[in-house]
C-alpha cells in the first residue's frame, strides 16, 4: 500500500469517531454494521462500517477491491463479477452488464428492435440478446433457454451479492445501506433502484447522488481547510458510463450546534457520450477496421451471430486494457488470441492515434464544464480547487481539455478516483445510523431536473355564444414546483383558492433538453405522475356555516432520495369565534414574565410556516386572475402552512373592550389518487413472484456453496490425514494394523471421490467426513495427549511449589493478628498434599502403560488440578492483600516516656539524626528493626521523622510540641508493628 493510501486510511481512523456503548453491544447481537454501494454502470464497490473500526473497502472473492457489474447464469449456476466477466469470451449470450442504466426506462413496442441493432454501439452493449417489452410495458431481459429477467431483478441480485461480501468482512449482519445513483438518474430510475433494494430486504437508509457522495469523502477529510469564508471545488467524474461536473461549495455553519461543515452543490450538468465505455468501444471499432484491412474481411463475413459476439466481447475487453495501458505509455499492441477462428490479433496503437479517435469528445467535455459554472454563475476564476474522480479521469487528453479549459496547470488528484463514491456514502450510512457517532457534517444534495405541476383552469367568456351565456373554457397551466438544483430534502405546497369540486394534477420534468436520450425519445415519460384530488365539494359542506373556505393544499415532499411524493391534500376553511378577556390589570409580575417568555419564543405567528417554507398561490398570477369563479367575500389568502393541527389561533385587533375575536383554522382531508406515468410500477403479485424467484435462487446458491464446502473440507482432511500418518510422533503411540486400517479407508474415500463424489450430494459427502473423522479421533487423542502431557505435569508441579511457599509463609503470621482462619490454612494443606498424592500415583500408572494404550494421565484432569489450586491460593491471597492487619488491644504494663529521640547534631548547619526507640527491652528491639529517623538541615527549621507505613511527625528545633510529638510517634509505631511475613505474603 503506497504510502498516501496509508495517509487516507490514518485520517479515516481519526475522523470517523465510531461509538457504541458497551452496555448495548449484548443487545444488538444481531449486527450494526452499514454499508455502502457504489453502483457503477461498469464497477460495484463496496464500503462498510464497524463498531470500533474505521471505514474500509470490501474485499471480492478474488481479493479485489471492485467487482465488475455482471451476473452471469452457467446451467443452475449464477456467477457474479469477475467469474462472470470470465463467462462472456466464451457465452457471452449468458452473461448481462451494464445493466444499471437500463433501471426506470420505458420502452414501446417496436423501440427495442432498432436498439439491439446498434446494441454494440451504444449504453445497450451489455445485454446480450435483444430485450422484450411484456405486455405491462416492463423490459424484460432473456436468456437462451427463454427465461428473463428484469433490470430490477438483476440489480436486486448484484445488492444481494454485495451485502454478503459486507457481512463476511465485518463478521455480523448488515443493518443498513446508502446507494449511490448517478446525476442523471431520474424519479422513475429512483424509484427502480429503491424496489430492487426491497426485492432482497436490503434496508435503504439513502440514496446519495455520486457527486455529492464525492463531496462528501473530500469534506470529512479536510474539515481544517473548511473555514466560515466559503470555498467552492470542482469536481470532474468522468466515468464508464458518462461525465459528471459539479460544482460544490464548503462552509462552516455556525447556527445551531455550534460550527458544523456543510456542502451545497452550486452547479452541475453531465454528458452520457463522454464515458470510459464509449472509448472503449472506439478503439475496438478501429482495431477491428485495421484487423479487416488486414485481408481478413471475408473471414469476418463469414463469422455467425454467437462467434460474433465472443469475439467482439474479447475485442472490448482487449481495447479496455490497451486504452488504460496508453494512459502511461506513448503506445501498445493490442493482441487477442484465436479472435476469427485460429486467426490472431495483433494491431499496434499510439496514443496519438487514440486521442485523434477520441477528438469528437473534445467539444462535448468542454460544453459540460462551461455549463457546470454557467449554472453555478461562476467562473473558473473562482474555482479554488479542481479535483479528478472516475477511473476515465486518467485518460490524459481528458485531464488536457480540464487544465485548458479551467485555466489550471495541476488538477486535484488527491482523492481515490475508483472509492471516494464508496467511501462517501459509507461516513453518510455510519450518520444515519443511531448506532454510530460520526462528526457533524451537512450535506445538501440536489434534485437534478425542474420539476412542474400542470393543471387545468376554466376561463369564463360571455362573448362565446350569442344569447350572451357564460362559457367556461379550459386553459392547461404550468407552474415551476421545483427548480433544476433545487435542494433535497424540501416540502413546498401549491394552494389552489377557487377550486370548489374535484380536479387533477399532473407532475413532470421541466426542461427536455436536461433528459437522457432514452426519456427524451419517448413523450410521455415527460410525464411523472397524474394526480386525481377527489372529494373537495364533500368536504367543503361538510365544514360549519360561517367558515370561509381558503382554498386546497397540496403538500408536495422531495424527500432524501430525490423522490417527489405527494404528502398530503387538504381543504382549508377559517371560522371566527369570541372569548371573553379578563377584566382585571395583570399584575406586575404578569407582565414580567409575559415580557421574558415574548424574548424566547419572538411573539405569537398566525401559521406554522412549511419547511423551507415557499408557497405557490394559483391566485397569484393571471392564471385564475381573471373573471373565474369567486368565492363570496374573498378574503386575503392565509400564509403557507404545513401543519397538522386541525386549529391554529389569530389575535384579532381593534375588538371591542372586554372580548376577543379570534380566527380558528380548521382543515378537512382529501383523498389524492396516484397514477405514475413514467414507468409502470409493479403489481403485488409481480413483486411476490419477483421475490420467490429470487429467494429460490439463493437457496439454490446456498446448497451449491454448502456442498462446496463439505467436498472440500473432505478432500482436505483426507490430504491432511494421510500426512499427518507419516509422522514419527503418531507411530510411537498407535499400532501398525490401526494406522493401516485408516489409511486403506483414506485412500477408499479419496478414490471414491475421483470417480463417483462429483454426483454425490452434501448430506453423502458429510456422512463420508463424519466417519474418517471418527477412525481418526482415536488415534489423535492418544496423540495430543502425549505432546501435551509434560507441559501440563511440570505446570502443576511449579503450581504446587508455588502454593507450598504461600501457605509457609501464611502460617508465620502470629495466632493474634492472623487474617486467615485454621479451617482455610487447614483447607489448603490439605489440597496440596491430596493433589501432590495424585499427581504422584498417576505419573506411575500412566508409565506402566504402553504408548499405544489410551492414556490413564489425561490433559484435561492435570488442567482441572491446576486450575483448583490457583483458585484456592488467588482467594487467600487476596484476602490476605485488602484485609486490614488484626492488631492487639493490650497495653504495655509500663511506659518509658524519657526514653524518645535521640539527636546529635555535627556542627552548625550540620546533619542531625533523631532515632525513635520503643518503650521497654523488647518494643525497642522491635523499633530499631523499623528505623525511624530524621534529619534537619539549618537551625531554626522543621525536622520530619517518619515511621513505618508513612506516618510523619515535625520537630522544630527547640519545638515546645517536641515531647507530644514523639509520644504520638511512639503510639503509631505501636499501632503499626506489622510482621516481616505479612510483608512476605502481599509480595506473593
Excluded at 426485492?199 to 435503504?204: I, S
Excluded at 467535455?365 to 479542481?386: C, E, F, G, Y
Excluded at 506402566?848 to 488440578?865: G, I, V, Y
Aim: charged residues 25%.
Amino acid at each position: 500500500m503506497s504510502s498516501g493510501r496509508q495517509g487516507v486510511m490514518r485520517t479515516m481512523a481519526v475522523c470517523l469517531v465510531v461509538v457504541v456503548a458497551a452496555a448495548l453491544l449484548p443487545r444488538l447481537s444481531g449486527g450494526v454494521a452499514v454499508m455502502s454501494v457504489d453502483l457503477g454502470g461498469e464497477w460495484v464497490k463496496v464500503g462498510v462500517v464497524t463498531p470500533g473500526h474505521a471505514l474500509e473497502i470490501v474485499l471480492n472473492r478474488e481479493s479485489r477491491r471492485k467487482t465488475p457489474l455482471a451476473v452471469g447464469f452457467k446451467a443452475d449456476e449464477r456467477l457474479f463479477g469477475e467469474a462472470a466477466t470470465t463467462l462472456v469470451e466464451k457465452k457471452p449470450e449468458l452473461v448481462f452488464r451494464y445493466f444499471r442504466d437500463l433501471l426506470g426506462v420505458h420502452w414501446e413496442e417496436g423501440e427495442t428492435e432498432s436498439a439491439a441493432k446498434q446494441a454494440a454501439e451504444t449504453w445497450l452493449a451489455g445485454v446480450p440478446l435483444p430485450p422484450v417489452v411484456s405486455s405491462s410495458l416492463e423490459l424484460a431481459l432473456h436468456l437462451p433457454d427463454g427465461s428473463s429477467y428484469s433490470p430490477e431483478e438483476l440489480t436486486a441480485m448484484m445488492l444481494n451479492y454485495s451485502r454478503q461480501l459486507a457481512a463476511d468482512t465485518a463478521g455480523q449482519p448488515v443493518t443498513g445501506c446508502v446507494l449511490s445513483v448517478p446525476a442523471w438518474f431520474s424519479q422513475s430510475a429512483r424509484r427502480a433502484l429503491l424496489r430492487a433494494a426491497q426485492l432482497v430486504q436490503l434496508p435503504v437508509l439513502q440514496l446519495l447522488s455520486s457527486p455529492a457522495a464525492v463531496a462528501l469523502h473530500y469534506g470529512a477529510f479536510s474539515t481544517q481547510e473548511i473555514t466560515t469564508k466559503p470555498s467552492t471545488v470542482l469536481f470532474a467524474d468522468v466515468g464508464a458510463t458518462g461525465t459528471t461536473v459539479t460544482v460544490v461549495q464548503y462552509v462552516v455553519s455556525t447556527e445551531k450546534n455550534g460550527k458544523t461543515p456543510s456542502l451545497k452543490i452550486l452547479g452541475q450538468s453531465w454528458d452520457r457520450g463522454v464515458s470510459g465505455l464509449a472509448m472503449d468501444i472506439l478503439l475496438a471499432n478501429e482495431i477491428n477496421r485495421r484487423f479487416e484491412a488486414q485481408g481478413n474481411s471475408k473471414a469476418m463475413e463469414g463469422l455467425d451471430a454467437a462467434r460474433a459476439r465472443r469475439s467482439r466481447a474479447k475485442l472490448l475487453r482487449e481495447a479496455s486494457r490497451v486504452k488504460t495501458i496508453l494512459s502511461a505509455n506513448s503506445d501498445h499492441v493490442a493482441q487477442v488470441e484465436s479472435y476469427i477462428g485460429e486467426k490472431d490479433l495483433r494491431i499496434k496503437m499510439t496514443r496519438t492515434e487514440f486521442e485523434s479517435l477520441c477528438a469528437p469528445f473534445f467539444p462535448l467535455l468542454s460544453k459540460v464544464i462551461s455549463s457546470a459554472l454557467s449554472s453555478a454563475s461562476l467562473s473558473p476564476a473562482d474555482l479554488d480547487h479542481v479535483l479528478l474522480v472516475g477511473g476515465a479521469s486518467r485518460v490524459p487528453w481528458v485531464q488536457r481539455i480540464l487544465q485548458e479549459d479551467l485555466g489550471r496547470q495541476e488538477l486535484g488528484k488527491n482523492v481515490n478516483a475508483d472509492e471516494a463514491v464508496a467511501l462517501g456514502c459509507a461516513l453518510r450510512a455510519a450518520a444515519l445510523s443511531p448506532a454510530f457517532r460520526v462528526r457533524p457534517f451537512v450535506v445538501t444534495d440536489s434534485s437534478p431536473y425542474p420539476l412542474l405541476i400542470n393543471f387545468w383552469k376554466d376561463e369564463s367568456n360571455s362573448d362565446a355564444t350569442s344569447e350572451g351565456a357564460t362559457v367556461h373554457t379550459p386553459r392547461q397551466i404550468q407552474r415551476l414546483l421545483y427548480p433544476q438544483l433545487s435542494p433535497a430534502p424540501q416540502r413546498k405546497v401549491v394552494t389552489f383558492n377557487r377550486r370548489i369540486g374535484d380536479f387533477s394534477l399532473t407532475l413532470s420534468y421541466g426542461n427536455l433538453s436536461l433528459l437522457p436520450p432514452e426519456f427524451s425519445r419517448v413523450l410521455n415519460q415527460v410525464n411523472i405522475s397524474e394526480i386525481q384530488l377527489e372529494g373537495v365539494a364533500t368536504a367543503i359542506s361538510s365544514a360549519p356555516p360561517s367558515a370561509l373556505t381558503r382554498g386546497v393544499k397540496a403538500h408536495f415532499l422531495l424527500d432524501d432520495n430525490g423522490i417527489l411524493t405527494l404528502d398530503r391534500a387538504e381543504v382549508v376553511f377559517e371560522v371566527e369565534e369570541e372569548v371573553i378577556k379578563e377584566e382585571e390589570e395583570p399584575s406586575t409580575l404578569r407582565k414580567l414574565g409575559n415580557t421574558i417568555s415574548s424574548l424566547f419564543t419572538g411573539g405569537e405567528k398566525n401559521e406554522t410556516q412549511e419547511d423551507d417554507g415557499k408557497e405557490l398561490g394559483e391566485g397569484d398570477t393571471d392564471a385564475e386572475g381573471g373573471a373565474g369563479a369567486q368565492e363570496p367575500n374573498p378574503t386575503p389568502a392565509p400564509a403557507p402552512t404545513d401543519a397538522p393541527s386541525p386549529t391554529t389561533a389569530v389575535p384579532e385587533v381593534n375588538e371591542p373592550k372586554g372580548k376577543v375575536s379570534r380566527k380558528v383554522k380548521i382543515t378537512r382531508p382529501v383523498m389524492a389518487t396516484v397514477t405514475v406515468m413514467d414507468y409502470p410500477t409493479p403489481s403485488t403479485t409481480q413483486v411476490d413472484e419477483s421475490k420467490s424467484r429470487l429467494e429460490a435462487l439463493s437457496r439454490v446458491d446456498e446448497e451449491r456453496a454448502e456442498r462446496e464446502r463439505a467436498l472440500s473440507n473432505l478432500e482436505a482432511f483426507i490430504f491432511d490425514t494421510l500426512r499427518k500418518l507419516e509422522d514419527e510422533e503418531l507411530h510411537a503411540v498407535t499400532r501398525p494394523e490401526e494406522r493401516a486400517e485408516l489409511e486403506t479407508n483414506l485412500r477408499t474415500v479419496s478414490n471414491w471421490l475421483d470417480e463417483e463424489g462429483y454426483a454425490a450430494d452434501t448430506k453423502m459427502l458429510k456422512n463420508k467426513h463424519r466417519g474418517l473423522r471418527s477412525a481418526w479421533r482415536g488415534l489423535s487423542t492418544r496423540l495430543v495427549e502425549a505432546q501435551a502431557r509434560p507441559a501440563l505435569i511440570q505446570a502443576l508441579n511449579v503450581t504446587l511449589n508455588h502454593s507450598s511457599t504461600f501457605l509457609s509463609l501464611a502460617k508465620l503470621f502470629p495466632a493474634e493478628q492472623h487474617m486467615l482462619t485454621s479451617t482455610e490454612i487447614a483447607g489448603l494443606e490439605s489440597l496440596i498434599h491430596n493433589t501432590s498424592a495424585w499427581l504422584e500415583e498417576a505419573i506411575k500408572v500412566q508409565a506402566a502403560l504402553p504408548a499405544w494404550e489410551n492414556p490413564h494421565l489425561k490433559a484435561a484432569d492435570l488442567r482441572e488440578r491446576k486450575a483448583e489450586l490457583d483458585r484456592e491460593v488467588n482467594i487467600l491471597g487476596n484476602k490476605l492483600r485488602f484485609s486490614k492487619p488484626v492488631v492487639s488491644k493490650k497495653k504495655p504494663a509500663e511506659e518509658n516516656d524519657t526514653n524518645t529521640n535521640q539527636s546529635g547534631q555535627e556542627g552548625a548547619g550540620g546533619k542531625r539524626e533523631s532515632e525513635a526507640d520503643g518503650v521497654g527491652g523488647e518494643r525497642g528491639k522491635e523499633t530499631e528493626d523499623v528505623g525511624v529517623k530524621g534529619g534537619v538541615e539549618g537551625a531554626g527549621e522543621e525536622r520530619v521523622s517518619e515511621g513505618e507505613g508513612g506516618e510523619k511527625g515535625t520537630e522544630g528545633t527547640g519545638s515546645k510540641h517536641e515531647e507530644a510529638n514523639n509520644g504520638k510517634h511512639q503510639e503509631n509505631d505501636s499501632e503499626q508493628r506489622i510482621p516481616s511475613a505479612t510483608h512476605d505474603s502481599d509480595e506473593l
